[in-house]
């Protein structure tokens, strides 16, 4: 099997493919966009076609605010951290994170509010479906000086 190899990740390409299936049919079954698996240490892993925002938006912020979110929700006794929703004039960004065991998130986003429960439930069973290939990614702590 060919290997795409960062120096944080090891991943085959049927993982990535199957991975990118699920992303894109995570869209086409409901009006999300710009869905993308993301590492909790910010590399974007995959992303559907319709996310063709800067990839920092993809990679170095959602890291940041999942290291933000899980030192506020266990600070106030909330537990680990599940999810951040993102609320803007024109949408919603939502980041789905998974258990402690899990080290990717699902990042996705929505400009229909009315449906955000709906969206919460695809967001989840699909996350849910991906986490059994997600720890099948070799993934490596990287060291710094």
Same mark, same amino acid.
């Given at each position: ?15 990535? %493919?199957?991975?990118?299936?699920? @992303? ?7 009006? @999300?966009? #710009?869905?993308?698996?993301? $590492?909790?240490?910010? @590399?974007?892993? %995959? $992303? ?8 920092? !938006?993809? $990679? %170095? ?13 266990? #600070?106030? #006794?909330? #537990?680990?951290?599940?999810? !951040? ?17 899990? /080290? *990717?998130?699902? *990042? ?7 449906? @955000?429960?709906?969206? *919460?439930?695809?967001?989840? /069973?699909? *996350? ?16 710094? $000086?």
């Amino acid at each position: 099997m060919e290997k795409i190899q960062t120096s944080e990740i090891n991943i085959d390409r049927e993982l990535l %493919a199957e991975i990118m299936r699920n @992303l894109e049919q995570l869209e086409s079954s409901t009006d @999300l966009e #710009g869905s993308a698996i993301v $590492s909790k240490t910010g @590399l974007r892993i %995959a $992303s559907s076609e319709t996310a063709d925002i800067v990839a920092d !938006i993809y $990679s %170095a912020s959602p890291a940041t605010l999942i290291s933000l979110g899980e030192k506020i929700s266990t #600070g106030l #006794g909330q #537990g680990e951290l599940r999810e !951040i929703v993102i609320r803007g004039v024109k949408g919603y960004t939502i980041i789905l994170v998974g258990d402690a065991d899990n /080290k *990717f998130m699902l *990042f996705t986003n929505c400009s229909k509010g009315y449906k @955000l429960g709906y969206y *919460f439930h695809k967001i989840r /069973k699909s *996350f849910r479906e991906m986490e059994p290939v997600l720890k099948r990614i070799e993934t490596r702590e990287l060291r710094t $000086s």
